[in-house]
């Protein structure tokens, strides 16, 4: 489809709110993120997980003409077809985006098993933006402590449980702004969940730094 004029250079679908909020904190940092700065529309999808595993190609297929890309971002738990890997289900919408009118210019980010495995991280400002600064034990020794994080691994179990137990504990207020104020912050070079870095590197192939 060369030569074709877009108006806009992404549209994303999200699953939820939380989650389009913390993409479009992740597109304001493009220098983090390998990637050039793009012009995109954010959307939720009114069936959430499960809308997006299943509807996400009638939903985007009357952007197809206005938008160069589109991006599906959804959680594998609550999507329906838990029993399948993230890469498989991806696979699955991929093929239908690209049959709605999408061709090649579509990607799909299933995060396994949930959000919060993305904003785990040992940077101090996870500490700070939920609450943990000044707390004695710090947050990974009580992550350890409590058996949710085990030996040698970098993400708790649970990783949406244990963020809201730790907030619940210093009484920190649970919102959407806890997400999105950590992908504003944390550094990505140590990530190594493999949605975000398919999501990174399909972003840097799309819009890469001119």
């Given at each position: 489809?060369?030569?074709?004029?877009?108006?806009?250079?992404?549209?994303?679908?999200?699953?939820?709110?939380?989650?389009?909020?913390?993409?479009?904190?992740?597109?304001?940092?493009?220098?983090?993120?390998?990637?050039?700065?793009?012009?995109?529309?954010?959307?939720?999808?009114?069936?959430?997980?499960?809308?997006?595993?299943?509807?996400?190609?009638?939903?985007?297929?009357?952007?197809?003409?206005?938008?160069?890309?589109?991006?599906?971002?959804?959680?594998?738990?609550?999507?329906?077809?838990?029993?399948?890997?993230?890469?498989?289900?991806?696979?699955?919408?991929?093929?239908r985006l690209r049959a709605?009118?999408?061709?090649?210019?579509?990607?799909?980010?299933?995060?396994?098993?949930?959000?919060?495995?993305?904003?785990?991280?040992?940077?101090?400002?996870?500490?700070?933006?939920?609450?943990?600064?000044?707390?004695?034990?710090?947050?990974?020794?009580?992550?350890?402590?409590?058996?949710?994080?085990?030996?040698?691994?970098?993400?708790?179990?649970?990783?949406?449980?244990?963020?809201?137990?730790?907030?619940?504990?210093?009484?920190?207020?649970?919102?959407?702004?806890?997400?999105?104020?950590?992908?504003?912050?944390?550094?990505?070079?140590?990530?190594?969940?493999?949605?975000f870095l398919k999501l990174?590197?399909?972003?840097?192939?799309?819009?890469?730094?001119?």
């Amino acid at each position: 489809m060369s030569g074709v004029s877009y108006k806009r250079d992404l549209t994303v679908l999200a699953a939820d709110q939380m989650i389009e909020g913390v993409v479009r904190a992740l597109l304001a940092r493009p220098e983090a993120l390998g990637m050039r700065r793009v012009t995109a529309e954010l959307y939720s999808h009114p069936q959430r997980d499960p809308g997006c595993r299943t509807r996400s190609d009638s939903f985007l297929s009357q952007y197809a003409s206005l938008s160069r890309h589109a991006l599906v971002v959804f959680d594998r738990e609550g999507c329906g077809d838990e029993r399948s890997p993230r890469e498989a289900i991806e696979a699955d919408v991929e093929e239908r985006l690209r049959a709605s009118g999408w061709d090649n210019r579509a990607a799909v980010i299933v995060i396994d098993p949930e959000l919060e495995q993305w904003v785990w991280s040992n940077s101090p400002h996870v500490d700070t933006i939920l609450g943990w600064k000044d707390h004695n034990p710090c947050l990974r020794t009580w992550l350890s402590e409590t058996g949710r994080l085990p030996s040698g691994q970098m993400k708790p179990l649970g990783p949406k449980e244990s963020m809201q137990s730790a907030a619940r504990l210093v009484r920190t207020p649970w919102s959407s702004s806890l997400h999105r104020d950590i992908a504003r912050k944390v550094s990505f070079e140590r990530c190594v969940d493999g949605a975000f870095l398919k999501l990174r590197s399909v972003l840097q192939s799309w819009f890469p730094v001119e």
